[in-house]
């Protein structure tokens, strides 16, 4: 097969099927689909009834996002994989197609991050030529597997919301390869309420966001620039009323010293600043 779709599910029976027959529906590529539901305490067990032709696995006990998608990414026979989320789904049937034809144009693209739309960005793109972006959206992704493969994976990530993908995408560039975005191929993605806590997401993603300044941060730039990633924090924290979110993401950060989590795994000054210049997907 040349390409697995995977999609991470938690508690959204309602609306997966909405992303499922997305991935259904596209057309002039070889596809599988994969369910990885971590351990939904919803009916989602009863979909692998209506969706026969899928392949399900069932967590019973949750492992998150990041260890959901690496299972999925370690099955065999697949070139490429796109993750979906399940409050995700593809808006045109030849998205795979377009982004599969991309990487295989140029061997050195590691990865396509689709154009994604959302309630609060809805408009559509017209479909012109892709640019190099620093990194993806988790939401609607494809990536390479030889390359994943070869830079370890999705790293684990203190937090259990945010910073995944922007730290596997540093890790492909320091290994020489692109990350293009695709615009005018669009995924929706829905931004579904349900199991979502903003005040604990922002708190996660501001701890996961200084650990991988210092993870990945050269040694050269490392003390002023993770003082002055967290003064950002601080005054976006003020900024917009999650003060008390911002401010425990950072003890959060600090802490983990303390408990001697955080190792660091810099990538070269070349790379860094090339990731700071680019544009976010």
Known sequence: MTLLVGIISKDRAEILPKAISSAQMQKDVDVEIAIFDDASSDNTR????????????????????????????????????????????FLESDALAKGVDIMRSDSTIAAIAFDILSPDQPNRNTRSTQF????????????????????????????????????????????????MKTPGVHVWHDKTNKARDPRKQHRSGVCNDLVFFFRRAPLIILSLGLLYRVFQHLKFGVQSKLFRSTWGGIIDFFGLFVTRKLKRVPVSVVTFRRFMELPGA
């Open 46 to 89: 009863d979909l692998a009834h209506t969706f026969a032709d899928v392949r399900w696995h069932f967590a019973e006990s949750s492992l998150g996002v990041s260890k959901a998608r690496n299972f999925l990414m370690q099955i065999d026979g697949f070139e490429f994989y796109c993750s979906l989320d399940d409050d995700s789904w």
């Open 132 to 179: 190099s972006v620093r990194d993806f959206i988790g939401c609607g992704h494809l990536l390479r597997l030889s390359v994943v493969r070869a830079a370890g994976y999705y790293q684990q990530m203190p937090g259990f919301y945010g910073g995944e993908e922007k730290d596997l995408s540093i890790k492909l560039l320091d290994l020489g390869y692109k990350i």
